[in-house]
């Protein structure tokens, strides 16, 4: 059941037992895994994902209505893609906790971790792991210069046109290609975007905002620190010859994430393999969709991790637990 996917009630029918007998199956298999403490840990990586949709609750008391946001937060193994721990909620706390509770040798030897720009999550692991480092993960970064050349992009369409771009709006028809890396554009796709610029950007706002973006790609693409250190002030003088707010929000979030910048340009440590394992746990909750309690999302999520990392590197999953024999 762990390496196909199928649901739970499925084997349950299969095997004409309830299919809580199932589960209870699953959950007692979750304890012949190694203890975590055991599983020699570098690189850590950290990153929350929702692993229900939104749903509203009813106090019987005030009638009110109540938002809850069904949040999991993974711990992985960034050496070898491992889900290592799951924890519910997606703050400080959580991590915190999980964290709190493995040995002090665990966290002696964790020496970098990799998280998205979340001020709780670094805060937790700077308190929890003095000893390492944190790496912020560039694919967010770039996310967030792409998110600031598309609020200026809407911005100067409701200032210009009054209303938001259509497909008459060349800005607009081509969104997508200003969000692409500038360096992987075909020679078709610059004279495109080029032409974009030249006739539908008559604040050159646009055009300034790409420009940041790409300014940040090349720093963050960067070999050294060095290299770095110019590309940013590179950088810098590219928000101050833009000097719009969406370019100048992106600029502080950068200045306030330097140390964690510098940490991924030194080690390209990132959440890459965080990202890969949410993605097989989407799978996991869409086969478990019935699912209320979190320990069974929980343990369905470590088992079958574990066996596709063994599957991968049986090898390197024997040298990452210290009791091997």
Known sequence: MIGSGRAVDEVAAAFKVAWWTVQDVVNAAVLTLPDVDNIWVRLLGVDEHRFRTVRFFRDPESSGWTRVEPWMTTL???????????????DSLAVSTWLAARSLAWRARVEVV???????????????????????DHFHLVQLANLMLTQVRQRVAREQLGHRG??????????????RAGDRLSE????????????????????AAWGVKEHLRILLASEDLGAAATARGRLGIAVLAADMAECWKLWNTINAWWD?????IETRV???????????????KRTGRGYRNHHHYQARILLRSARQTRRRSPLNQQATTLNCE
Not at 260 to 264: A, D, L, V
């Open 76 to 90: 992985v193994n960034l050496q070898t893609g491992q889900v290592i721990g799951v924890v519910d909620g997606r």
């Open 188 to 207: 078709r796709a610059l004279d495109r975007l080029f032409e974009v610029f030249a006739h539908d950007d008559p604040t050159d706002e646009p055009g």
């Open 114 to 136: 990799a998280i998205d720009p979340s001020a709780a999550f670094r805060a937790t692991v700077t308190r929890q792991l003095p000893k390492a480092r944190v790496s912020v």
């Open 260 to 264: 964690e910048t510098e940490t991924f």
């Open 270 to 284: 990132t959440n890459a393999k965080t990202e890969a394992a949410n993605t097989a746990i989407k799978q996991i």
């Open 166 to 179: 259509r497909k008459d709006n060349p800005a607009w028809a081509h969104r997508l290609l200003l969000l």
